[in-house]
């Protein structure tokens, strides 16, 4: 007899999966779960982590900050809240650290911020614990909060000095404020304090499960120290001319930083250093749960592997009688392996088809994105997982012994 090719054997596989259609999908069913989960969650992962580094790019690789407490670790991770970094909620700047760095870098832009949580009251509705950033008129176009066109505009300079009454909204706050129409130019109440809607920005969102960009309130620095009643500043931000400087900078900051302050007690960084401590936080996360979605592929293998040793058990007298017609072993162990590589590709297909669409509706509420590297990954595992549970059962079957399989009742 000759020795079947391997297009015969990929054709006689298919008429064996193919004779019982609801065996084989529910023999893939394990592998299309850890296939689906796998891709929805790398593919979660990677939109998170482009949405972030698009968040950072708009505020420019010049952009430098400096933040109360011990953010990083000495292995630039961020840093524990125990220990010095708990000086976080002590520590608070002033209006002379705002001074003596405009003195040491005279050709750099200091934007000091503040922050407040206050009650805003329109004419029918109260939003409470609102958090409002009071800060100077350069704020809105170094931190990337213009509001654009049709929307109004950011206070000026003049506002500021005079400690104007006015306040711009963040998308989802004038809406809620204002239901039934426009917020611009409407009036709120903060405080006590009569404020004009001078400007709405466009919808933002949050980022890495942070605080809602569109909840929040920006307004003169003056008015949030007179919410709070104190001179306090939450953080100092920093435009350098160039990204070129940015080293120099940072160094030039916590010279004069220290000269008031323990080193413990402020951390001076820039967006790309926060970038990257922030994807690296994603990165693993998302390794760890993909990890854990991936024990769903091992046991689909094994239901394979279950559901291929029953089928051997079946057609025991088929493959004695080919044995006993000039079966090569060789032959029989390739069309069982290739049974199972079948119902693993066909789990995997399907998984992919169902990660694609579940990232397609996740990405309508939450940043997803699906890459070519998470696709090939997920479906090059459940081929290898349909190879590695497929050869006991193939190899159970080459080795039958014809006279046994045919007496097999």
């Known amino acids: 007899m000759l020795k079947p090719s391997l297009d015969d054997l990929l054709k006689s596989s298919l008429r064996s999966i193919l004779k019982n259609k609801g065996r084989t999908i529910l023999t893939s069913l394990g592998i299309i779960i850890g296939v689906t989960s796998v891709i929805l969650l790398t593919s979660i992962g990677n939109g998170l982590k482009s949405y972030i580094s698009d968040q950072f790019e708009s505020l420019g690789s010049n952009t430098i900050f400096v933040s109360p407490g011990?953010?990083?670790?000495?292995?630039g991770g961020f840093s524990s809240s125990s220990g010095p970094s708990s000086r976080f909620i002590s520590t608070t700047f002033n209006q002379s650290d705002i001074t003596n760095l405009k003195r040491a870098l005279r050709n750099c832009t200091i934007v000091p911020i503040s922050i407040a949580s206050v009650d805003l009251k329109s004419s029918k509705i109260t939003k409470t614990n609102i958090t409002v950033i009071g800060s100077t008129y350069q704020y809105a176009a170094n931190a990337n909060y213009l509001p654009s066109s049709g929307n109004g505009r950011s206070f000026t300079k003049e506002e500021e000095d005079k400690k104007s009454d006015v306040i711009v909204l963040g998308h989802g706050l004038a809406d809620d404020l204002f239901p039934s129409g426009s917020a611009l130019n409407k009036k709120i109440v903060v405080k006590s304090k009569n404020m004009k809607i001078i400007g709405i920005l466009d919808k933002k969102g949050g980022s890495f499960g942070g605080p809602d960009v569109d909840q929040y309130a920006f307004t003169p620095l003056g008015n949030v120290f007179d919410f709070t009643g104190s001179q306090d500043i939450n953080q100092i931000l920093i435009k350098t001319p160039n990204k070129d400087l940015v080293p120099e900078i940072k160094i030039d900051t916590e010279?004069?930083?220290?000269?008031?302050?323990?080193?413990?007690?402020?951390?001076?960084?820039?967006?790309?250093?926060?970038?990257?401590?922030?994807?690296?936080?994603?990165?693993?996360?998302t390794v760890a749960l993909a990890g854990i979605a991936a024990i769903s592929l091992i046991v689909g293998g094994i239901g394979i592997m279950n559901i291929m040793l029953v089928t051997v058990t079946e057609r025991t007298r088929e493959i004695g009688l080919r044995k006993a017609i000039g079966a090569y072993p060789s032959a029989i162990l390739i069309q069982f392996l290739i049974e199972a590589i079948i119902l693993s590709s066909i789990g995997g297909t399907i998984g992919i088809t169902l990660g694609w669409l579940g990232t397609l509706a996740i990405n309508q509420f939450f940043p997803a994105s699906l890459t070519f590297g998470s696709v090939f990954l997920a479906f090059g595992v459940s081929f290898l997982v349909g190879i590695v549970f497929g050869v006991a059962p193939a190899r159970r079957a080459s080795r039958l012994s014809p006279i046994e399989a045919l007496r097999y009742e």
């Open 70 to 75: 011990k953010i990083f670790d000495d292995k």
């Open 255 to 285: 010279k004069v930083m220290l000269k008031k302050f323990n080193k413990d007690a402020f951390t001076v960084f820039d967006s790309s250093q926060l970038l990257s401590s922030i994807n690296t936080i994603i990165g693993t996360l």
